[in-house]
Each structure stands twice: as C-alpha cells, then as structure tokens.
C-alpha cells in the first residue's frame, strides 16, 4: 500500500509539474523519469494508451550485436534501453535509410551511425534561431564531426512544413520524435508513411503513451495504411512501432 501511495504521489506531482513545464518550454520536463516510472507501474496515463503491446525480440533478432554510446540518458531523450531497441531495430531489418524526425543533440543518429556506418541517415531539426533546447544543447552537435563521411545529412526545416517530397518512397525505417503536439505528429506521421510508401520498412515513434498528444496521433495511424502491417506499443518502451511483413511493401489509403 505504501508503495502505491508513493507511485500515486510520483504520478501527481510529476503530472503537475509537466502541465507547468510544458507552458514555459517544450523540453523543460524535470520530472520525467518518475513520471514515467509511476506510469508504468500503475498503468496510470494523461490518455491511456491502447495499442497492444509488441516484445521488442518480436522485431529483433537476438544474434545482432549492439554498441551504443552516449548511454546516459537526459531528459526528454529514449532511454538507454529505447536506444537499443531502436539500434536493434534498424540492424535486424538491415535498413539501409533512415531519416530521423526530430534530431535534438543527435544521439540516436550517432548510435545508428556507428552501428550501420554503410547506412544513409538522414535528420532534421529546427533552424538554429528557431530552437529551444535545454541547457545550451545544440541540434545535431553529437553528429558534427561525422557529417563529412557522407552518410549523414543534417537538415533543418519546421518539419510540419518541409518539403520532403525528394525522400517519399526511399526510406528504409522512420524515426518520429519531434514536437509533441497531436498536430505536429499527425504531421510528421503522414510524413513518415509517404517516405516509407512502396517499400517493406519501419517507422518508429518516441513518447507514446507518456504524452497525449503522441499518444491520440499515433493511435490514428491505422486508419491511414493499407497493407498488413505489425502496429503496436514496444513493451518496456514509450515506444510505437509500424513494421511491414515480409515481402509487403507499404501501401497507403
């Protein structure tokens, strides 16, 4: 009984302490941790989430090796685990391009980067001026040095209003995790499927379930795919997942 109190107190507080956050800055969230934490435990959520849930060794094979660096994780990126997953992810669907929405400092590129250094990633973020990041981040300032290799493009652009038509059908596995809004991921998930049309490939979401807005647009997506496809909510993640079958390429209505 004490221990739900404390989770109930954590869940609370850390609600209040976002619906504050969130009117000062996006990314000012310092409850995070045991606001997820409490979530999970008590499967208590601001939208309960409705996807099933997939075990993250349905979508990846066990044999493949994972690196990561950059484990420590900070506040409102994946987690160590959420990485790995993702990383595992790309590796055992051997996705060749990836386009990252959402690049904040680059972690995740730099982890794909180093773990499918053939690959062709591709992210974007905010211009410069436009940004708010926390603590004096700096969009894609992780992947910088590896810019030059040529298999990593850093783009900028509001991503609801971006022309990314020259990607649309070309991407192997889609990464979502930029602003939070229902609009603005409803957006960028119309995004994600119009550059995975036509082709067996994966798009993932960050925040599902932990956030609403993340949580309502993604729940929609089904309404918008034709082919048979794997949707569900990773277990042990905040993570979403849309994955083609086998020899199915996407096709949407």
């Known amino acids: 009984m004490g221990n739900r109190l404390t989770l109930l107190g954590q869940l609370g507080y850390g609600f209040l302490r976002m619906c504050t956050a969130a009117a000062r800055s996006p990314f ?12 999970f435990a008590l499967g208590a959520y601001p939208r309960r989430p409705r996807l099933a849930q997939v075990a993250p060794t349905d979508l990846i094979d066990e044999g493949v090796p994972v690196q990561l660096v950059r484990c420590a994780s ?6 160590t685990f959420e990485l790995a997953v993702i990383v595992g992810v790309a590796k055992s669907r051997a996705a060749g ?4 929405i959402g690049t904040f400092d680059g972690r995740t590129t730099l982890n794909l980067h180093i773990n ?14 436009e940004q708010r990041l926390p603590d004096g981040k700096v969009a894609g300032s992780l992947i910088r040095e590896h810019l030059d290799a040529g298999t990593i493009k850093q783009l900028y ?7 990314f ?8 596995l889609v990464f979502v995790d930029a602003r939070h809004t229902y609009e603005n991921v409803r957006s960028d998930s119309r995004t994600a499927l119009r550059l995975v049309e036509g082709r067996e490939g994966t ?3 960050h925040d599902y379930a932990n956030t609403p807005g993340v949580t309502q647009a993604v729940e929609e997506v089904p309404s918008m795919v034709e082919s048979a496809v794997t949707f569900g909510w990773i277990r042990g993640t905040s993570l979403a997942v849309l994955a083609t079958a086998p020899g199915e390429p996407l096709r949407l209505r």
């Open 28 to 39: 000012d969230r310092s409850t995070r941790e045991s606001f997820i934490a409490a979530s």
């Open 74 to 79: 900070e506040k409102w990126q994946v987690t």
């Open 97 to 100: 391009h990836i386009f990252e």
């Open 116 to 129: 499918m250094p053939a690959a062709s990633l591709a992210t974007i973020d905010l211009p410069p001026a």
């Open 157 to 163: 652009g509001d991503s609801t209003r971006f022309d």
């Open 165 to 172: 038509s020259p990607y649309f059908g070309t991407q192997d």
């Open 203 to 205: 798009i993932l979401w």
